[in-house]
C-alpha cells in the first residue's frame, strides 16, 4: 500500500482538492484496504481495488460536505484553495470536466490500461476510451483558446 501512495494522493486530490480530506480519504482507504484484504481474490488487482475504495472514500467525503455546508457558507477564498506545491499534472488537468480528468489522470498520469480504468469507474471501456478522446480534445481546445489570448 505503501508503495502506491504517490497515485493515491493524486488519485485524491484530483477529487478533493483539499489537503486535509486528502489525507483524511487516504487514511480511510488504508484502514479499509487493511481489514478488507482477505475478501481481495486475486493479487494482481490490489492496486485497481485500493484505487476504487479510495474513490469511494473521496466522493463519501464530499457527500458528507455537501450535507454539512451550502454554498452560502463556502467562502470563495476556500473555493480557490490551491494547498502547497500543485504538481504539473494538476494544472494541465484542472480545467478538465471530472468525468474526463478522472480518465485521463487514470490512463496517462497512473499508467492504468482502459480496461483496469473501467474496472476502477465501473463504466464500459468504450466509456473510457470516448471519455479520453473528449478529454484530449477538450484540452486541445483550451490550448487554442490560450495561444490566442498570447497572441
Known sequence: MESQSDCMYKMAKTILKNEE?????????????????????????????????????????????????????????????????????????????EKYRLVMLLYYVDGFKIREVSEILDIPAATVKTRLVRGRKQLADEMKMERGRTL
Request: glycine fraction near 4%; proline fraction near 0%.
Open 21 to 97: 480530506d486528502v489525507a483524511d480519504a487516504m487514511a480511510e482507504t488504508v484502514l479499509v484496504c487493511w481489514e478488507k484484504l482477505s475478501t481481495l481474490k486475486e493479487n494482481r488487482y490490489v492496486k485497481t481495488w485500493m484505487i476504487r475504495i479510495l474513490m469511494n472514500k473521496c466522493y463519501d467525503l464530499l457527500r458528507k460536505k455537501e450535507l454539512l455546508l451550502t454554498e452560502d457558507t463556502v467562502s470563495e477564498a476556500d473555493a480557490r484553495e490551491d494547498g502547497y506545491g500543485m504538481a504539473e499534472w494538476e494544472q494541465v488537468l484542472q480545467g478538465l470536466d
